[in-house]
């Protein structure tokens, strides 16, 4: 199974970005997909969460800014985020939590990580 995220970069305050991530390889199911973040000198945050059925949750320091969705057919999932402020920058993760098999042991699968940087 292999998570691959991309889109981030170099954005001012205030403006936006979107990223997006695709889990793929030989599985039976994901269940919930989400991300993380870790900035430099910080421990690794959860940022925001999705379910299969759509059910979300954020952070408080994202919540009414940032919006996690996801394509089950695609098995993807982005993370649109607006209003970005420099306390944003970090290296975001993106995660799938994957039965490989029925009856298998949930796994999880994480990417390797891309940049985002809000700085004027």
């Known amino acids: 199974v292999q998570v691959v995220e991309s889109g981030g970069g170099l954005v001012q305050p205030g403006g936006s970005l979107k990223l997006s991530c695709a889990a793929s390889?030989?599985?039976?199911?994901?269940?919930?997909m989400g991300w993380y973040r870790q900035a430099p000198g910080k421990q690794r945050e959860l940022v925001a969460r999705?379910?299969?059925?759509?059910?979300?949750k954020y952070v408080d320091a994202v919540e009414d800014r940032f919006t996690i969705t996801r394509h089950n057919g695609k098995n993807m999932v982005y993370l649109q985020m607006d209003i970005l402020k420099p306390e944003d920058t970090a290296v975001y993760y993106c995660?799938?939590?994957?039965?490989?098999?029925?009856?298998?042991?949930?796994?999880?699968?994480w990417g390797q990580g891309t940049q985002v940087t809000v700085s004027s």
């Open positions: 995660y799938a939590d994957v039965e490989r098999a029925l009856w298998a042991p949930t796994e999880t699968y």
């Open positions: 390889g030989s599985f039976f199911n994901i269940k919930d």
């Open positions: 999705i379910t299969r059925g759509g059910i979300t």
